[in-house]
């Protein structure tokens, strides 16, 4: 607190020793009473101090809470000033998490940001923690809370001798996906680089580190770069940190946009008594209450020596980063790169050096490495919920999402409690919160709204319900997780209400709403299983990217014809372990009989470049996008491609419309080899001859297309990675994601290429990337002669309509002006012209 606040004088009335409090809310309430008693503030801010603490967790670590009010409130704030319970017997928190110090903030400035500096050096401090819990003296723990940092803080906060100043232009701050660009940009530096804002310092190669800053808009820094090429080194990373600018604001932008589309929410019947919470997605839902109870989790303390317990927690780490970005590619092609962004910047915390020297530190002085992991994860992200950034307090929550993964490739006993176990539809889910992951991987066709006493609009689990479709509600309170399971219930995604025991008219009426809403949605895709006919007669074969069986449902429902992708590394890269041949055959056999006789195109093992799988043991590369992936890495490896192919063959001699298609074909000489073993393993199974196909994704492929149609049946082409070869662009570059885009004339004029090649020999083409998902890309691939779209379900609808109420003779000519413009926001300004 500022110098000439005095806020503490009277320390008796401000400190309660040995205090008791029956739950968390009963402590939150009394440390109120505390400011309230002192002057500090009105009457009313103990109750914003409770709706506080459903938004972001307060709990900073080590037995210390900080409860404090919502920025909302601090108009009730009169001075300045902290309240303390010293609660020797301790009060849960939150599951796991017991205070023994609850430390109440009352603050209408950034005043409190010297006491939480303090509070973190203290938690890192056991001995003194517990001298503090123990006192009879209120005098030590105001003393404790006044103490100025050590004077080595003043020496860590020097800048190195090339400096830069840089004001936050970031709308949101500094949060874990700029962050992570930061962290990047300075592990790719010849030179040391420190980010300074005012005394405090972070290294910006631990993502961490930046995030303890707690960087606001219009907070001044100054970066500084010592070493070689010192002002080389500061002056490029200055400009990834300013050409980040352009896209927070634009994201900023976007999300204010969306929040000010007025909404009008479902009104009871009845006098109905309701939760009240935060709205985060929109729509309604009716259901019974399924309640996902905290997971208990205790992490026990098993010391190992330090050489055993540094290689589990590095194949841990290796293991849950390849999970991670199995997910990330799996929820690009789910749900789009936007949300995909989400799993890339927590896969970076894995990388986070002060995580991992914390986890380390706690080992050497002799704790188990699952103790230890669960400990730095709870430090660190009690330190990110302490900072009163509300962005930042969310991604506290990203930290617990990916170390919960890490504990569970620790020790499988330590996984968290499952999803896996719903009621039947249409279930409510009731959770103190949710991860991000678990909310991308929810089974939508059980689940139809979400309620969470913690979390925030802005969290990533709420962007995820979003684009999920899912009616939900955040910041409920403790109130939710009362609710008895099987309790009917109406969720308001909009009004941010969930409401109790309707009566029957209720009911009525509500579900009266979502079915005008759903009947609003069916008259835009009611056509949906309609074949994809332009009005000219031309037809376009419309398939989904699926990779599991129990997928294949709702993408048959939305429209799709059959399987036009099924990726079959997930197999791989969501376990620890090869699946064998009997294992592989089940899965295909799964999504043949799915199909019922519609076409599935199954793609060989595409491992390399992003899709790493660790118990494969491959060569470490310096650049895997240009190594050994796909068509190379199978035939080098005939350990994986002949299993494969065999659990393939087996597959398709009970029936259906099974295609093989083999990935990153460069030369004709690699599709002759693959064809060779693949006519040696039917031939000794005496399976039927299926269509062997390959996928056109890097230049080359397109280029030669007429070569390669000698060979292939039919052609796939992969527009995401022809895109990034195309182009010389990393896709998984957030410095570059927007110049990524697969309607650049370039990548056009390769598709054409390909056509024109596939059709010398009679062969069909289609293309399972992302334009084939989006209307006028779609729209364009027609007119450049492609025949068949695969795409991720929900884009289904939308592109057939599109198609449907073209003509071929128009869809031609429009190819033929996009490919004669200059870049691809031409093309897609030739597009809004159009529609």
Avoid at 577 to 603: F, H, S
Wanted: overall charge negative; hydrophobic content about 50%; aromatic content about 4%.
């Amino acid at each position: 607190m500022p110098a000439s606040a005095e806020p503490l004088t009277r320390a008796d009335e401000l400190v309660r020793i040995a205090a008791r409090a029956a739950d968390k809310e009963d402590a939150i309430r009394q440390v109120g009473q505390l400011l309230i008693a002192a002057g500090c503030v009105a009457p009313g801010y103990e109750e914003s101090m409770v709706r506080r603490e459903a938004v972001a967790n307060t709990f900073l670590g080590a037995g210390v809470a900080i409860p404090h009010g919502l920025g909302e409130d601090k108009g009730l704030v009169r001075r300045d000033g902290i309240a303390i319970l010293q609660l020797r017997d301790g009060v849960e928190w939150n599951p796991g998490q017991t205070a023994h110090l609850v430390v109440g903030i009352a603050a209408n400035s950034d005043s409190h940001i010297a006491i939480l500096r303090r509070l973190t050096r203290l938690i890192q401090d056991d001995a003194r923690i517990q001298s503090l819990v123990a006192t009879d003296d209120a005098g030590v723990i105001t003393s404790a809370l006044q103490e100025n940092a050590p004077s080595a803080a003043a020496s860590a906060a020097e800048d190195f001798s090339e400096t830069a100043k840089w004001t936050v232009e970031y709308p949101a701050g500094l949060h874990a996906r700029p962050a992570s660009a930061w962290g990047e940009a300075a592990r790719a530096a010849t030179a040391r680089l420190r980010v300074r804002h005012g005394s405090e310092t972070a290294d910006p190669r631990s993502l961490v580190s930046l995030l303890q800053l707690g960087l606001k808009a219009g907070d001044a820094v100054t970066i500084s770069a010592d070493g070689p090429d010192a002002r080389a080194a500061l002056d490029a990373f200055l400009a990834v940190v300013r050409r980040l600018t352009a896209r927070e604001k634009e994201d900023a932008a976007r999300a204010a946009a969306k929040a000010s589309v007025a909404v009008r929410g479902w009104q009871p019947v009845t006098a109905l008594k309701a939760i009240v919470g935060v709205a985060a997605s929109p729509g309604l839902a009716v259901g019974k209450v399924h309640v996902l109870a905290p997971s208990e989790l205790v992490v026990p303390d098993e010391p190992v020596d330090l050489v055993t317990g540094g290689a589990l927690l590095d194949e841990a780490l290796t293991r849950t980063r390849a999970q991670m970005k199995a997910l990330v590619d799996e929820t690009t092609r789910r749900l789009g790169a936007s949300d995909a962004a989400i799993f890339k910047a927590q896969a970076d915390l894995l990388d986070d050096t002060d995580l991992i020297t914390l986890t380390c530190q706690l080992m050497v002085e002799g704790h188990g490495v699952g103790w230890a992991w669960d400990q730095a994860v709870g430090r660190i992200a009690g330190q990110l919920s302490a900072l009163g950034n509300p962005v930042l307090a969310a991604r506290a929550a990203d930290l617990h999402d990916v170390g919960r993964r890490v504990l569970a490739a620790i020790d499988p006993a330590l996984a968290a409690g499952s999803l896996a176990v719903l009621p039947e539809a249409p279930a409510i889910l009731i959770a103190p919160d949710l991860s991000p992951s678990d909310t991308a991987t929810l089974d939508t066709n059980r689940v139809v709204g979400i309620a969470t006493a913690l979390g925030g609009p802005t969290s990533h689990s709420a962007i995820l319900a979003r684009t999920l479709g899912l009616p939900s509600i955040v910041a409920g309170g403790a109130d939710l997780l009362a609710l008895p399971p099987g309790t009917a219930v109406i969720v308001d995604g909009d009004s941010g209400r969930v409401w109790l025991d309707p009566t029957d008219a209720d009911l009525d009426s509500a579900k009266a709403w979502i079915t005008d809403l759903a009947e609003k949605r069916l008259a835009e895709a009611a056509d949906r299983s309609r074949p994809a006919v332009t009005r000219d007669g031309h037809e376009i074969a419309v398939a989904a990217n699926v990779n599991r069986p129990d997928q294949v449902a709702f993408a048959l429902a939305q429209g799709g014809e059959g399987v036009g992708l099924m990726r079959t590394e997930f197999l791989f890269l969501e376990r620890g372990d090869t699946p064998d041949e009997a294992e592989q055959e089940a899965i295909y056999r799964g999504m043949i009989d799915a199909l019922d006789g519609r076409p599935l195109i199954v793609r060989a093992l595409d491992i390399g470049g992003d899709k790493q799988v660790p118990h494969l043991d491959l060569p470490k590369e310096e650049n895997p996008f240009l190594g050994v992936r796909g068509a190379r890495l199978l035939l080098r490896r005939p350990d994986l491609l002949d299993p494969q192919l065999r659990a393939l063959y087996r597959a398709a001699k009970a029936g259906g419309d099974l295609s093989i298609m083999f990935p990153m074909i460069t030369s004709a000489w690699e599709l002759v080899r693959l064809r060779e073993r693949c006519e040696a393993i039917r031939v000794e199974l005496d399976a039927p001859v299926v269509p062997i196909g390959i996928m056109i994704e890097v230049p080359a492929a397109a280029v030669q297309a007429r070569a390669l149609a000698a060979h292939a049946d039919f052609f796939s082409i992969g527009t995401n990675d022809l895109t990034q070869y195309a182009l010389a662009i990393d896709r998984q570059n957030p410095d570059l994601a927007n110049e990524a885009d697969s309607l650049h004339p370039a990548v056009l004029r390769l598709i054409a290429m390909t056509v024109e090649g596939a059709r010398a020999h009679g062969r069909w083409v289609g293309v399972c990337g992302g334009i084939a998902g989006d209307p006028f890309g779609a729209a364009l691939l027609v007119g450049l002669g492609v025949t068949e779209l695969s795409m991720t379900p929900r884009d289904v609808p939308a592109v057939k309509a599109r198609i449907r109420a073209s003509d071929l003779t128009a869809l031609e000519a429009l190819a033929r002006r996009a490919v004669e413009m200059e870049g691809a926001a031409e093309v897609r300004a030739l597009g809004e012209a159009v529609a």
